[in-house]
């Protein structure tokens, strides 16, 4: 591997390999052991509610292992191996690194919302503790005392603000219901198993600098702002920590062909030589959460336009990135209609000088095996985008022979 300088090439490969795409998909049975690799390599999985295809949280397990359990995570959750935090936004970790957010939870919660609520009810968020702790776990909507109807998005009522401020602070741990996805409450110590609690907590900067190593790990090699934006850093105190991860040779100091800022690259990054994936991937997957990288590394301008209003959308309300090989080469608008048992494909849209013939057999593949992962009994492929027509075509030839 070089020790200054990568092409382009060679760290779009050290970035894929690092998330796991140089991994063949497992061909038999698909259990916890394959999700634990998948953790390894990810580190967290961001959490979404939107379900208009599938909760984004269930995709980057499909791009990295194809068809699966989908309680996957909700059995590790149940087992003790993952648990809820605001990590990058709302995302499961394992529980393996619970110790390392402590310090946060145990700072001073800055949270207008729960200020504003403190002098307003003093003694409230307390009061919502000693419920839990008599009557068990609850969801905000088991102690909601909103009158009038619901506002949109953030709009909280005082629970919902008195269990997310618990919940910041690690007083309690939130799981999720299957039926409706909301956030289910209990104190830590009933979710948490006793050996992760028993782990003394990392100071501060002790764990700033193994977030820092860890999304390193993540990430293969990434800038500064790629490295703090894994768990939701800030630059400012994590710049001098990242200097002495240099000194010590914990992290490598490179240049990558292109980047106008300094790269920091795992030692145990792999260069594989090449990437053989044909993958979709979720707006929130670790390879595009962070677009300005996106651009940087793979030339793939994204914004997602879920909060676009429809007129003025360009690709569609959820689009899902291409990636194929080692390079993002499109995007699908892609809808689950769960009431006629169909994946709908509203547009299909190639990057200039995609090879969308050679493409096509592959991502067609993929499409068929995601809604039978989803239940769902047909593709159906809107004549929108460039890579309509080929995935018509090939999907004609197979229904033919």
Known sequence: ????????AQARRIALAAQGFADKRPTGRVDRRHLRRVLDRMGLIQIDSVNVLVRSQELPLFARLGPHPRSLI????AAGELFEYWVHEASHVPTEHHHLHRWQMDSEHKWSRYWTLQERRPGYVDEVLRRIEADGPVASGDLSERVGKKGQWWDWDDAKVALEHLFWKGAVTATRRANDFAR?????ERVIPAHVLARPAASEVDARKQMLLLAAKHHGVGTLEDLTDYHRQKNAPCKPLLDELVEDRQLLRVQVEGWSKPAYLHPEAALPRRIDACALLSPFDPVCWNRPRNERLFGFHYRIEIYTPAPKRVFGYYVLPVLWGDALVGRLDLK????NGTLLVRGSFAE???????????????LQAMGEWLGLERVSIADRGELA???RRVAGQYARG
């Open 1 to 8: 591997m070089p020790a200054e300088r990568l092409s382009l």
């Open 352 to 366: 200039p000088g995609a090879p969308v013939h050679a493409i096509a057999p592959r991502l067609l593949a993929e």
């Open 389 to 391: 027509s080929p995935l």
């Open 336 to 339: 689950a209609d769960r009431a």
């Open 74 to 77: 909700h059995d590790a959750t």
């Open 184 to 188: 289910v409450y209990d104190l830590t």
